[in-house]
T-cell receptor
Framework: GAVVSQHPSRVICKSGTSVKIECRSL??????MFWYRQFPKQSLMLMAT?????????EQGVEKDKFLINHASLTLSTLTVTSAHPEDSSFYIC????????????FGPGTRLTVT | GDSVTQMEGPVTLSEEAFLTINCTYT??????LFWYVQYPGEGLQLLLK?????DKGSNKGFEATYRKETTSFHLEKGSVQVSDSAVYFC????????????????FGQGTILTVHP
């Protein structure tokens, strides 16, 4: 099946700094990518939908100025957590839809963010 | 809005036991239904899916049948193995949501399964 990678897999940053997480579709073009947040022992919460070449659509309650999403190409979307705080510590997961048609959503392995 | 409710865990079974994880949903349209599995330290993987009523999804000995009348998609396996220990997520995608919701998945809360030898 298709592969989605995330980088980095783990990151520790100091409070107040920004951190960028990359999501790449390695062997297919992804017109749509999704960003999720997963709290310990809880479900995935959709943060935003990222469409190539257009602004991301954020879910209710997600601060778009804090979680900047850029879908610059058909194989890359980035999530930047700006001015990170300890409560932003979480597991961030991206997924990608292959092509314009409805198809399987492929998930990245996730990025563990710890803000100290 | 759409929602998915899963049987709360954790579920602990002995090897070769029968597994059922209940999942019910509410949706405004005609959703596709999915089970995803997350093994320790890994990302989510699609386990099986069903796209219309009465469809049965199956993979690796797991099965789930799309029951529109009961709005359910329960996951079953006749004989679990230690290697099945993971977190299982039920999810739906409502194709008729359209627009920016196209392809969006709504997840249940996840059920932790631990299988002992």
């Amino acid at each position: 099946g298709a592969v989605v990678s995330q980088h980095p897999s783990r990151v520790i940053c100091k409070s107040g700094t920004s951190v960028k997480i990359e999501c790449r579709s390695l062997d297919f073009q992804a017109t749509t990518m999704f960003w999720y947040r997963q709290f310990p022992k809880q479900s995935l919460m959709l943060m935003a939908t990222s469409n190539e070449g257009s602004k991301a659509t954020y879910e209710q309650g997600v601060e778009k100025d804090k979680f900047l999403i850029n879908h610059a190409s058909l194989t890359l979307s980035t999530l930047t957590v700006t001015s990170a705080h300890p409560e932003d510590s979480s597991f961030y997961i991206c997924s990608a839809l292959e092509g314009p048609q409805l198809s399987e959503q492929y998930f990245g392995p996730g990025t563990r963010l710890t803000v100290t | 809005g759409d929602s998915v409710t899963q049987m709360e865990g954790p579920v602990t079974l002995s090897e070769e036991a029968f597994l059922t994880i209940n999942c019910t949903y509410t949706a405004t349209g005609y959703p596709s239904l999915f089970w995803y599995v997350q093994y320790p330290g890994e990302g989510l993987q699609l386990l099986l899916k069903a796209t219309k009523a009465d469809d049965k999804g199956s993979n690796k000995g797991f099965e789930a049948t799309y029951r529109k009348e009961t709005t359910s998609f329960h996951l079953e396996k006749g004989s679990v193995q230690v290697s099945d220990s993971a977190v299982y997520f039920c999810a739906l995608s409502d194709h008729h949501a359209g627009g920016t919701s196209y392809g969006k998945l709504t997840f249940g809360q996840g059920t932790i399964l631990t299988v002992h030898p």
